[in-house]
């Protein structure tokens, strides 16, 4: 149903069968400056995205390709690698190689050492050069890079929700830098489309699981943004979980108090802190957010308390993983990068029920 | 987020607490050629839409009001009843009284024979006169009487699934009509928002049953359009269920076919019948359709199966309860009202996972 | 926690790995009759079945082992089979040569005529001799047979709820023949434990889906079970659906009355066929079954309605299709063949919420 | 379907119609020592239990009766509460004094210090001399006592896994008791069977939240347990969510580790710690529990991490809040109490899917 594309951006994503990828083409598609011009998928090429996603039949007749990044430069502008990481890096490289801008969804360019990359994902950075021209692309944290930038790392689902806890509470010092716990919530949609038993449906339904306890992947990443806010590394612990829903994380975020203060500084400090962010919502004082509120949106919901008896503060942050943590994040960024209201294409409210 | 109003059609929601009436504004609050100017709820008068609906937080600053006829009249061209049966009846009433354009998504006027609706409904229809003029809102059968409607009774969700995927058979005389079963299976949005302990969430999931049989009030709903195509009377069988999800009814029909046919020619029959509505998509044979790909956008997905073993027809059908069935066709019945484009606000693609 | 096996019955499990596997084991585990001394995995072997399914631990040490049938005849006096079909076919033959009875849980000896089975499962029965001994193993239909029987056909899920819902109507010629219509609703253990992307959580959760339309293997046997009731042969149409849950058939079934009756008589009757079945509820008139009744017990739950307005019969059953669809209806034909008290071991209550 | 009850404990339950009622009637209807001699539900009184939970239909034929202490006292010799707090206070005096054990699973008994009792659940102590009789039953801690008491506190659901969790770290002063942060998730049967608009399923699918942060009532009976194995006052964060799941608490332990050790060290502590236990499953090392490995049993599976990166213990408990949370540990308790074997009736495998 979508118009022309005269006066739109152009924009090719790499990697359309995914979930990531869907979520990209559900909001690009509904955006009124931008032009989806080509779609990758290697094993679905030649065939029409909407035999793979069936939600998007009569919406758009786009068709898979297989990735040729000289035949996607002829027809886009601005690319974003919803491709898994490893493959993310050589794909990010040649493209902006030819000159386009690239919004990249995977890991590969994230971490800004190459030596964290190669230790916590078991491949040695191939592009370290690169790297040190990409921006995290979290834009409460880097707006102004973000606008300058050709090549965007965008955050990781589970660090999204846990940076924008933790920020507020780091830029004032308010926590003693070794307390900190993020003990997050995932729905599934966040493991990927690809089956698995763990991700069957009878095995997760009624089901709920801690999982890669001390070790996922996300950990480095979460610490890096909170190093840099501290001035001064931070290391701290990191559980995910597996919860029986399709979208959202809720991060649950613990720390010792460095002095006293009570809820109602730490919510006017988190207030402050997020006044000019279009997608964050401090919610009031004895308020917490339900990751069913921001389902389908870019919003991030917030609430603070703080705890007298046990001297630490607890901030709850939820966003839907596939949007504020990945395609509508991408999106945020693409409108940074380009110069356009940083809301467009993502004022729609979430769908509730 | 929403801009400002020149230019827009001022319309306002009556009864907005309710998921009806919450889909209506994430759908309104979206459509570039409208302003919602009043939101109306008994209970809540006072209370600003976001602290019922957390998921519109800084999406709308919209505050509910008591329902006063002439204080919308002021305020709005066009007024969506998202109210109880009986109560919407004089709502409708007072509203057109004062010249406004009504959708009501109540049943108060969708059985044109009044007695038929006190048979039903248990309840004396008070303003028979204003039944005449009402007009049953479903499209893809009465656009022409839609656009000059004034007052239009906008079809429940079960009716909505039900006769869409019945219409091209009867219309082509292509079944018994005593033959006909209809099997639903609906979300639970479906029931309502007031808790209940029929739909108390560990009831409901890992439960399914049917319910209301043979007794449901959108069997007469059903019956009166299908009897209007058909050119005489159809009595026919249709069953509710409840299935542990928020959104989407299946409609599974039967009917025997009238004589010899195959799924190709029903297929062919059924494109034709739709080949210019916007809002329904007729699968390709031996593909049946999925709530899933309906979730959050105004389509109706159907499937055909000519069963040469059994000699019957089956067609399923799938819809968004609160988009097709409720809130979304209500937009598109206002587009129609108001000589929009029928898809202004209803483009979006659906939600997919 | 199992105590010792004197005076028990020795079982063994031959294809312990899947969910009807792993559902026998939590029933044969709680069996005050029988001692489960085999199980077999192909894929598993040497492995504890606990570290398949980890809801075991501690209730059982039993380990996998490859099938073979003369390791099992000597460990074993009664052997499940819980194979996909084909493989099945074998494995029964081989057992039974060895002197074993054998209760197969899959298709292959359930359809009497081999031409059946070649025709809906594409492959040619290599034991046709064998198939002639098989019993279908519905008590409620066949309770002396099974009683005599060496080797017993366990009826499909599916079928369980269609032929315990239809038989009363059936034999008491209550219904037109040819006006059956069976509207079943399954979920998703159903599918087995293999992964796929249509059963993927993502995919299913929020969705709702008709398959196999005209075409479900367990149509035959449905229609087997009820043309012998019958005393001719009946087609009727049989539609499967996929259901967001875990466990539960529920199958609403439709036929035109034959005379005139109400469900007062309907409701007698139906209790007057069931009135010594222990497993068999049927549901005072006015109430219908809900899976959520029957979830992990051996219950089949039975609700009808006589509608004088289309005069059809409208029956409701309810099965968990992992227990009465499976493995507790294997269980129930073993004690009717061993002698047992039927109700052995299944008495237990479901498990509610 | 149960037996004739010579030489069996005749039972009671008090408050039947809730969900741990249900659970109750589920476990003793089959345990070999137990009959059930009368339940009371005062809404329901002259009403058959199985019209409340159908899934008891001919299990069980006990009606309903008004709780009355002396008509009690004649048909049970134990009695299970399963009232709210406060209502349960005066219900437990009266049973004690007319003799009877009793097993209560509300609050009323399971502060010892009453002035944390009123200062928790804003309701002054009744009976702060009976008080000092009771038990906290939590086998694993208690043991002994409980064998000669005649007045169980049954513990709470989140308390039970947090407890469970803790204890070996605690009485082998792993971790610095100033640290601890309990992350808890429960499904909704924890939050009762009364109908409210947090609980109506499009409220809670697809949903996810934490609740009561800082102030919930389970926090000062997990903290008073805590305390006593640690011999002095720990004061720690507890965090409830709530998860769109039908039953299980998985709860995620973290402290700092107090000295050097491995998970490896960790793990054979609590082995060690949990070596005679039968209800309580130490997962291997890199193993982490899953509530649907404990659905319906009596089990609390526990994984740990001592993860050397941020020098935090992470333990990970999972329980049925029905059953080890609630009914099943009252049923140990009662075998306790009562001399039997402690597994009596709770050897019955979980069901999964």
Redesign the interface.
């Known amino acids: 149903?979508?118009g022309k594309n005269e006066g739109q951006l152009k924009t090719a994503v790499v990697g359309s069968s995914g979930?990531t990828g869907?979520e990209l083409?559900?909001i690009l598609?509904?955006h009124p400056r931008v032009a989806v011009t080509a779609i990758t998928s290697e094993k679905s090429a030649g065939r029409p995205i909407a035999s793979l996603?069936?939600?998007?039949?009569?919406?758009?007749d786009l068709v898979c390709e297989a990735f040729d990044p000289s035949a996607i430069a002829k027809k886009a502008d601005l690319v974003f690698l919803a491709l898994p990481h490893v493959t993310a890096q050589g794909a990010a490289y040649e493209l902006r190689k030819l000159g386009m801008k690239v919004v990249d969804l995977s890991a590969d360019y994230r971490l800004s050492d190459p030596a964290l990359y190669e230790k916590w994902y078991e491949h040695r950075h191939q592009y370290p050069e690169l790297l040190n021209h990409a921006v995290y692309g979290l834009p409460e944290l880097h707006r102004q890079e973000i606008r300058k930038a050709a090549l965007i790392a965008n955050p990781g689902c589970y660090p999204t929700g846990a940076i924008l806890g933790l920020a507020p509470l780091i830029k004032n010092r308010m926590i003693d830098l070794a307390?900190i716990?993020v003990?997050s919530?995932s729905?599934?949609?966040g493991a990927g489309?690809?089956?698995?038993?763990a991700?069957?449906?009878?095995?997760?339904?009624?089901?709920?699981?801690?999982?890669k306890?001390?070790t996922h992947r996300h950990t480095p990443e979460i610490e890096q943004e909170i190093s840099l806010l501290a001035g001064e590394k931070v290391?701290?612990?990191f559980?995910p979980?597996l919860?029986?829903?399709?979208?959202?994380i809720?991060s649950?975020i613990?720390g010792l108090l460095a002095g006293k203060t009570d809820t109602g500084r730490m919510h006017a400090l988190f207030e402050e802190f997020y006044k000019n962010e279009?997608f964050v919502?401090v919610l009031p004082p004895g308020e917490?957010?339900?990751?069913?509120?921001?389902?389908?949106?870019n919003?991030c919901?917030i609430?603070v308390?703080a705890?007298h008896?046990?001297g630490?503060a607890?901030v709850?942050t939820?966003i839907d993983n596939l949007v504020k943590g990945a395609s509508g994040q991408a999106v945020q960024n693409m409108n940074l990068m380009m110069g356009f209201d940083e809301?467009e294409g993502l004022?729609?409210?979430?769908?509730?029920?």
């Open positions: 149903m979508k979930y869907g083409l559900r598609l509904n996603f069936p939600h998007l039949l009569n919406v758009t307390s716990v003990d919530k729905g599934v949609s489309r690809s089956p698995a038993l991700h069957h449906f009878p095995e997760v339904n009624e089901g709920l699981m801690a999982y306890i001390g290391t701290l612990s559980t979980h919860v029986p829903m399709n979208r959202g809720l649950t613990y279009p919502r917490f957010p339900n990751v069913r509120n921001v389902r389908g949106s919003f919901d609430g308390y705890d008896r046990t630490r607890v709850v939820a809301t004022k729609a409210a979430g769908m509730f029920p």
